[in-house]
């Protein structure tokens, strides 16, 4: 079994910053892509950010310029950094592990359980 766990919500004014990290651990032969996703109340979840195995990324035009996504795969270990973080920027953030090769000829997808960001004054 994998379990992907995320830490460093918290309470940040506007124009602050705030670093996530997810960590995956458990049996897998290798982690794939991992994704950042956000729910904010009453909203769809939506992708905020990507990062592939080699490191190519991608992010949602409402944060690019401003959030940074990377990985660290000898700690199978994702990271969020947000800078200038605005009042609708406030949601949940999750972890998403993508394709995790888990068995030879099996690759499963796991979400991790949430962490609270809020912007505000």
């Known amino acids: 079994q994998v379990q992907v766990v995320e830490s460093g919500g918290g309470l940040v004014q506007p124009g602050g910053s705030l670093r996530l990290s997810c960590a995956a651990s458990g049996r897998m032969l290798s982690l794939n892509a991992m994704d950042w996703y956000r729910q904010a109340p009453g909203k769809d979840r939506e992708l905020v950010a990507g990062?592939?195995?080699?490191?190519?990324?991608n992010y949602a035009d409402s944060v690019k310029g401003r959030f940074t996504i990377s990985r660290d795969n000898a700690k199978n270990t994702v990271y969020l950094e947000m800078n200038s973080l605005k009042p609708e920027d406030t949601a949940v953030y999750y972890c998403y592990a993508r394709n995790v090769w888990v068995a030879p000829g099996t690759f499963r997808d796991y979400w991790g359980q949430g962490t609270q960001v809020t912007v505000s004054s």
């Open positions: 990062i592939t195995s080699a490191g190519r990324t």
